[in-house]
């Protein structure tokens, strides 16, 4: 089956750094990939949409200044959170639809923590 | 406008018990996809089911079943004789086609924390 996987899955960083994950298909191809952000006990957001070659589309209220995505490549996109602050503190997971885009693939989940 | 609505927000149930997740959704899309996902402690998300909106027929796998009901735009998930590792967070989703838009994003209900006692 398809393969999404994340890296690092878990980072601790310090307040005004900036952090980067990684998002990677495994063993498809993805010209799309979502960034999705999850807070205690809260639901899947989504973010942004990543699209390979061109820019990223943001959800209203998402800083896209803050939240740079790149999608470099068929299969991989990365999220870096710039200036990180301690209500930057998150779970973010990334996925990639399906052949039929339905459907969507999700990564394991990246959890960053801003001291 | 499109929406998931999962009204309970968590459910604690004893070993060997059934229980119901409902999840009601909002579209105006008449196609449609609706997926259940299960969200345990280390936070992956596990795909369970997904189903489109002219299927109706009920599904059973093992100890897991829905019912997909048009008529009430309900997609609830019995879990008969639950059991420990039940114990998770589930996700009703929608994803909608947007008037052949295919802008396909997935929109998450609130969740359920669904905990089975031993």
């Known amino acids: 089956g398809a393969v999404v996987s994340q890296h690092p899955s878990w980072v601790i960083c310090k307040s005004g750094t900036s952090v980067k994950i990684e998002c990677r298909s495994l063993?498809?191809?993805?010209?799309?990939m979502f960034w999705y952000r999850q807070f205690p006990k809260q639901s899947l957001m989504l973010m942004a949409t990543?699209?390979?070659?061109?820019?990223?589309?943001?959800e209203q209220g998402v800083e896209k200044d803050k939240f740079l995505i790149n999608h470099a490549s068929l299969t991989l996109s990365t999220l870096t959170v710039t200036s990180a602050h301690p209500e930057d503190s998150s779970f973010y997971i990334c996925?990639?639809?399906?052949?039929?885009?339905?459907?969507?693939?999700f990564g394991p989940g990246t959890r960053l923590t801003v001291t | 406008a499109q929406k998931v609505t999962q009204a309970q927000t968590e459910i604690s149930v004893v070993e060997k018990e059934d229980v119901t997740l409902d999840c009601v959704y909002e579209t105006r899309d008449t196609t449609y996809y609706l997926f259940w996902y299960k969200q345990p402690p280390s936070g992956e998300l596990v795909f369970l089911i997904r189903?489109?909106?002219?299927?109706?027929q009920n599904e059973i796998s093992g100890r897991y079943s829905w019912n997909f009901q048009k008529s009430t735009s309900s997609f609830n998930f019995t879990i008969t004789a639950s059991q420990v590792v039940d114990s998770a967070v589930y996700f009703c989703a929608l994803n909608g086609m947007n008037y052949g838009g295919a802008t396909n994003k997935l929109i998450f209900g609130t969740g359920t924390l669904l905990a089975v006692q031993p």
């Open positions: 063993d498809f191809q993805a010209t799309t």
């Open positions: 990543s699209n390979e070659g061109s820019k990223a589309t943001y």
């Open positions: 189903r489109n909106s002219f299927d109706e």
């Open positions: 996925s990639a639809p399906s052949r039929d885009s339905y459907e969507q693939y």
